[in-house]
């Protein structure tokens, strides 16, 4: 698994469109006490369900390998001229 250089802001970014994406489906926002760690799970397993990206394995399945599918959903959903993509 390569990390890009833009991947931090594309993990912010996956997050922000995956907590709108959440709210519009019925979930009610995600309060304080809410770790990074488990909205990253919470976003991944809702993308899952609805199809939108595919499942890990479940050996597979942690926190950096999660965090690697929302980066690439992101970069596909993203203009191939995005700022963030070169």
């Given at each position: ?72 959903w992101i970069s596909r959903q993203l203009p191939e001229n995005h700022e963030?993509?070169?």
């Amino acid at each position: 698994m390569k990390s890009g250089k833009h991947d931090a802001q594309l993990l912010k970014l996956a997050m922000e469109i995956g907590v709108g994406y959440a709210k519009k489906r019925g979930f009610s926002d995600f309060g304080q006490g809410i770790s990074p760690k488990d909205k990253v799970e919470c976003i991944y397993r809702l993308l899952v369900k609805d199809n939108l990206i595919q499942a890990l394995s479940k050996d597979k399945e942690d926190g950096p390998n999660m965090k690697h599918k929302l980066v690439l959903w992101i970069s596909r959903q993203l203009p191939e001229n995005h700022e963030l993509l070169n």
